[in-house]
Every structure is written in C-alpha cells, then in structure tokens.
C-alpha cells in the first residue's frame, strides 16, 4: 500500500484514537470502556476492530474474544487477521495497539477488506479512463493537427503570394475571435500598413520622377538647338557636357518609373508571347558594334521555340542592362555570353563574362537601389540596373541572380515558359 492510500486508510483511525484517548482523559477506564462497548456494539454496520483489555490481559470491552498475540504494543500501524465476534470467518485488518498509563491496552484496526476493493475499483476505473481518453486523445490530436496544417497551409499561401509582390492578398477570418483569427487578422493588419507604405512610396518616387522629367526634358531639347547656333566652339563643348549630364539624370528618372510600375505590377494586363531567343538574338546583333569598340566578342547560343508571356520592352532593357554592365566592367575577359534555354518549365536567360565577377557576400549590396560597388563607381551608371533587372524578373513571376562564373559573373533571369497552345 502505497504512502496516499496508507494516509487515507489511518486518517479516519487516528481521529477515532484521538476520541478513545479524549474518552480516558475526562473519564477513565470507565468512560474509556463505554466508548468501546459502544464501538464494538456496532460490529455489522462498522468496519472496526476494537479491544480494550486489563494490565493482566483479560478483557474488559471489544469485539474481539482475546488479545491477539501477532499484535505488539509497538505505535505503528501494522496488517493482522483478526476473528471479530459474530462475524464468523477471519479479516484483514490495519491495526494500533497502544498501552495506557494505568497499564490497559487498547488495540484499534480498519478493515482492509473495503480498501482493497476501492483500490481495485479505482485501478479499473483508471484503466477504463486511459482506454478512454487514448482514442480521444488520438482524435483529437489528429484534429489540432489537421486544423494547425491548414493554418500554417494558409500562412504560406498568403506569404508566398505578398513575397512575389501581391500585396493586396490577405487571410481568410471567420470572425471567431479564436487564436488562429487573430493571428490571421494581425497579419492581414501588418500586410494592410506594408501596403499603405509601399503605395506612398510608389506614388512619391513616380510624382517625383514626373515633375523633375518634364522640365529636364525641356532643358536638353533647348540645349541640344542652342549648341548649333552658339558659334564658339568651347560654349558648343560645355552645352554638349550639360546635355549629357541631363540625359544622365533623364535616364536615371526612367529607370526609377519603371522600377517603380515594375514593383507595383504595373503592364501585367499588356503581355503577350515574347519570344526570348529572337529577343536575345536582336539584343546581340545591336550590341554588336558597342562591344567590338570595347574590344570585346558577344556569343549567343540559344535554344528555338522559347517563349514566355511578358513585356518585350521591359524584358530588352533588363536584358540591355547586363549586357552593358558585361561590357563595362568585362570586357577584361574578350568575351562575354549569352544563353537561353529551357529547363522544365522555366526559361533562363544568361549573360556571363570572365570578369572579377562581385563577391558573393556583396550580391544583395549590388541588387540594392543605388548600390554601387566600390569598383563601379568609377564608370558612368546610376546603380539602377541591376534593381531593374530585378523588378523586371519580379513583374514576370520569375527570379533573378547573381552567381559565380568561375571566374566572372553569371546573371540569371529565370522566367515561367508559356504554355503550349
């Protein structure tokens, strides 16, 4: 019996000891002996075994005949098997024996009987809770699961979808108010504040490219009818350089609107089927001539059939970009290559050079808005190719990257292929 069940056993003993030994106190043997007659009278309806006996052991009250030598007068509960009187059969009982100051003895005992037919009761009642409780368990676990799956299902739909740019995707609520609601709600919360920034951003960068475009504009086709006329030759130069300089800015304001529609999705509805080895192949012819000043030979190599749903403008001049930056900052490599294939279902575009090619650690830094590395910054650019390139790649549900062409620089357009008509 393990220390729980010995406590719930004694509890109620002791507290009838306590009344036996409160009985001796106030009345002595005498008022001690009516207690215990009083006890042992209850023999069929008690679960108790209880004696009282004289120093010389003979008995004075109980419902036991004699004293039962297996008992000591020790203080501790001990098991014993005791014959009540008209009972008729033995039981087990947890007994006490305890000896008075006048030399009396008074042994007290709970029968066991009762006890281990709880404890059994219980273990079956816990057996059948377990085989209960294990199914359901089981159940409802699968069911947290399932519920859990299709959260974090929808969790990764939403972030799939607002990582390629669809800020306006949001997570289903049902308004229950429950955990899984109100994270969906704080997130949709978050994509709504993502979103407002974003917008702002957009129409600050377009506002401002649109202002500052027209009056350049202006400025370099008054620049480019005064230098004819100007007679000397020194002012001619220094409209020429100023022209330049605003042409550099004007491009600079149309990169930044067209990175900016890109980011936006703005052109999606005008695609069309864009045929991307034509494409390069033109792309090759018109470089062409750039790269043979700068020394440097441009080889294509592309499969036929090629095609993917996109702007043709946007795709030339993303491409356009890593052509000029191969030409700029690889020409060390006399060679610079351009490939298209197909791989599955995604079309790459390729263009790679022998060059110093740009640390990996530093590829991020170089994809950044007006991220110049610190040997670009030397040449003419304005640090907005590459983020185009980007853009562009985004607008088309495709990717773009930089990698390693051991040695040089590989740049990657991968962009879903059209499907077969």
């Given at each position: 019996?393990?220390?729980?069940?010995?406590?719930?056993?004694?509890?109620?003993?002791?507290?009838?000891?306590?009344?036996?030994?409160?009985?001796?106190?106030?009345?002595?043997?005498?008022?001690?002996?009516?207690?215990?007659?009083?006890?042992?009278?209850?023999?069929?309806?008690?679960?108790?075994?209880?004696?009282?006996?004289?120093?010389?052991?003979?008995?004075?009250?109980?419902?036991?005949?004699?004293?039962?030598?297996?008992?000591?007068?020790?203080?501790?509960?001990?098991?014993?098997?005791?014959?009540?009187?008209?009972?008729?059969?033995?039981?087990?009982?947890?007994?006490?024996?305890k000896?008075?100051p006048?030399?009396?003895?008074?042994?007290?005992?709970?029968?066991?009987?009762?006890?281990?037919?709880?404890?059994?009761?219980?273990?079956?009642?816990?057996?059948?809770?377990?085989?209960?409780?294990?199914?359901?368990?089981l159940v409802?676990?699968?069911?947290?699961?399932?519920?859990?799956?299709?959260?974090?299902?929808?969790?990764?739909?939403?972030?799939?979808?607002?990582?390629?740019?669809?800020?306006?995707?949001?997570?289903?609520?049902?308004?229950?108010?429950?955990?899984?609601?109100r994270?969906?709600?704080t997130?949709n919360?978050?994509?709504?504040?993502?979103?407002?920034?974003?917008?702002?951003?957009?129409?600050?960068?377009?506002?401002?490219?649109?202002?500052?475009?027209?009056?350049?504009?202006?400025?370099?086709?008054?620049l480019?009818?005064?230098?004819?006329?100007?007679?000397?030759?020194?002012?001619?130069?220094?409209?020429?350089?100023?022209?330049?300089?605003?042409?550099?800015?004007?491009?600079?304001?149309?990169?930044?609107?067209?990175?900016?529609?890109?980011?936006?999705?703005?052109?999606?509805?005008?695609?069309?089927?864009?045929?991307?080895?034509?494409?390069?192949?033109?792309?090759c012819?018109?470089?062409?001539?750039?790269?043979s000043?700068?020394?440097?030979?441009?080889?294509?190599?592309?499969?036929?059939?090629?095609?993917?749903?996109?702007?043709?403008?946007?795709?030339?001049?993303?491409?356009?970009?890593?052509?000029?930056?191969?030409?700029?900052?690889?020409?060390?490599?006399?060679?610079?290559?351009?490939?298209?294939?197909?791989?599955?279902?995604?079309?790459?575009?390729?263009?790679?050079?022998?060059?110093?090619?740009?640390?990996?650690?530093?590829?991020?830094?170089?994809?950044?808005?007006?991220?110049?590395?610190?040997?670009?910054?030397?040449?003419?650019?304005?640090?907005l190719?590459?983020?185009?390139?980007?853009?562009?790649?985004?607008?088309?549900?495709?990717?773009?990257?930089?990698?390693?062409?051991?040695?040089?620089?590989?740049?990657?357009?991968?962009?879903?292929?059209?499907?077969?008509?």
């Amino acid at each position: 019996m393990d220390e729980i069940l010995l406590s719930e056993f004694t509890r109620p003993l002791e507290f009838r000891q306590s009344n036996l030994d409160k009985q001796f106190r106030s009345g002595g043997i005498p008022k001690l002996k009516a207690e215990v007659e009083s006890r042992a009278a209850r023999v069929h309806h008690d679960q108790t075994a209880i004696l009282l006996v004289d120093p010389a052991g003979r008995k004075l009250a109980g419902n036991l005949a004699v004293w039962p030598a297996s008992v000591p007068v020790s203080g501790g509960w001990i098991p014993a098997t005791l014959e009540r009187d008209g009972i008729g059969h033995s039981e087990q009982f947890l007994v006490r024996a305890k000896e008075l100051p006048t030399g009396h003895r008074v042994l007290l005992g709970g029968l066991l009987d009762n006890r281990a037919e709880m404890q059994e009761a219980l273990l079956t009642a816990l057996i059948a809770a377990l085989a209960l409780a294990i199914p359901i368990g089981l159940v409802g676990g699968l069911a947290l699961a399932r519920q859990m799956n299709r959260m974090v299902a929808a969790i990764g739909d939403l972030g799939a979808h607002v990582s390629v740019g669809d800020l306006k995707r949001r997570a289903a609520t049902d308004g229950s108010g429950d955990p899984v609601d109100r994270l969906k709600s704080t997130l949709n919360q978050m994509l709504d504040r993502i979103q407002k920034l974003v917008e702002e951003h957009r129409i600050l960068t377009d506002a401002l490219a649109h202002d500052l475009r027209s009056p350049l504009t202006r400025i370099s086709m008054q620049l480019a009818g005064a230098s004819p006329v100007c007679g000397k030759q020194d002012h001619a130069e220094r409209f020429e350089m100023i022209g330049q300089e605003v042409d550099g800015v004007l491009h600079i304001l149309e990169s930044a609107l067209q990175i900016s529609r890109a980011e936006a999705g703005t052109g999606k509805e005008s695609f069309e089927p864009v045929d991307v080895s034509a494409m390069m192949q033109d792309l090759c012819e018109i470089y062409g001539p750039l790269a043979s000043a700068a020394k440097v030979r441009l080889e294509f190599e592309g499969e036929g059939d090629l095609v993917v749903q996109g702007d043709r403008v946007l795709l030339a001049r993303a491409v356009s970009n890593l052509i000029d930056n191969a030409i700029k900052y690889g020409a060390g490599g006399n060679v610079i290559y351009l490939r298209t294939e197909r791989e599955g279902h995604t079309v790459r575009i390729e263009v790679s050079d022998r060059s110093a090619g740009i640390p990996e650690e530093r590829r991020a830094e170089a994809l950044r808005k007006f991220g110049r590395l610190d040997h670009a910054r030397s040449t003419p650019g304005s640090g907005l190719g590459l983020t185009l390139v980007n853009a562009v790649a985004s607008l088309h549900s495709g990717s773009f990257e930089l990698l390693d062409h051991r040695p040089g620089l590989r740049a990657v357009i991968a962009l879903p292929a059209s499907r077969p008509t």
